[in-house]
């Protein structure tokens, strides 16, 4: 599978890549691995650079949270947005919120993927993404 220029990057990813014990820890390094040779950029927000430390810290420890900020952050190009971005993502969690389990950071990554990123495909193990219609890598 010939990967993309750019990918966007959810917490899932993250988290997959660096607990061994995640079920999707080496399907996630091989990504990680066919990225770097093919020259892919990972995209992704600071709202996921935060949920992404906080679960390391919680479910890991402040070690592997620390790792993630100082080993990874600083090779991902983090996207920022505006108001805009903020309002659509709250109609998208009240409108799809009570149906799917949709985090209000998913609600924002759909937003940033479709509307910044045009509809780049994304590196996650998180079905809410497939269910909201965005491209998952597999």
Same mark, same amino acid.
Request: proline share 4%.
């Given at each position: ?15 997959? /890549? ?10 996630? *390094? ?18 996921? &650079? ?9 479910? *890991? ?22 108001? *805009? ?15 799917? *389990?949709?985090?209000? /950071? ?13 509809? /780049?495909? /994304? ?12 491209? &998952?890598?597999?």
């Amino acid at each position: 599978m010939a990967l993309p220029n750019l990918v966007f990057c959810d917490t899932s990813f993250f988290y997959a /890549c660096l607990d061994p014990k995640d079920a999707n820890h080496a399907r996630a *390094r091989m990504l990680v691995a066919e990225s770097a040779s093919a020259g892919t950029a990972f995209h992704t927000t600071w709202d996921i &650079v935060s949920e992404t430390a906080t679960l390391l810290r919680y479910r *890991r420890n402040f070690q592997a949270a620390l790792a993630f900020l100082s080993d990874v952050k600083p090779g991902l190009r983090i996207v920022t947005y505006g108001d *805009r971005v903020r309002a659509e993502a709250e109609q998208i969690f009240t409108t799809y919120g009570r149906d799917h *389990r949709l985090s209000f /950071c998913d609600a924002i990554s759909f937003v940033v993927v479709t509307m910044l990123l045009d509809h /780049c495909p /994304c590196f996650t193990f998180d079905e809410d993404f497939r269910s909201l219609g965005l491209t &998952v890598l597999p």
